[in-house]
């Protein structure tokens, strides 16, 4: 198993409440996250700590790989990308230009922690 190694953490204040492992993009205010919450949104790292409400500092990965909490199976080589509530799932074919946080270290399933390189990349896969 490939575990996690975050090589650069960056303490951001929380938008709203975050739960750890999930992926996180900036808000519209300054040094503030929130939850990302679908495909398109562009992730700029990974939860390491939950955030209890709006207005907490929270440490997020930014570069490195992190542990991304799973909502479905995805393979390892995947490309990962947000789902509502933040959790990683597998991009889909879309012409979509999809938003991705990075590649998947090893296959899971649904509610698995997993390994993610943070490799951040738009695609598609139509």
Known sequence: MAGPNVTLTKSFK?????????IVKFDSADDTVVVATGNT????????????????R???AVQGIAEVKAAGAITR??????????????GTASTAKQQAIGIAMEGVADDDIF??????????LA
């Open 115 to 124: 390994p993610c390189l943070i490799a951040r990349s738009q695609f598609d």
């Open 14 to 22: 929380a938008g709203a409440a975050i739960a750890k492992y999930t």
């Open 77 to 90: 080589g995947d490309y990962v990308v947000a789902t509502t509530g933040g959790e990683g799932v597998a």
């Open 41 to 56: 949104d562009l992730p700029i790292g990974i939860a390491l700590e939950a955030a209890a409400a709006a207005g907490d």
């Open 58 to 60: 929270i440490d997020v």
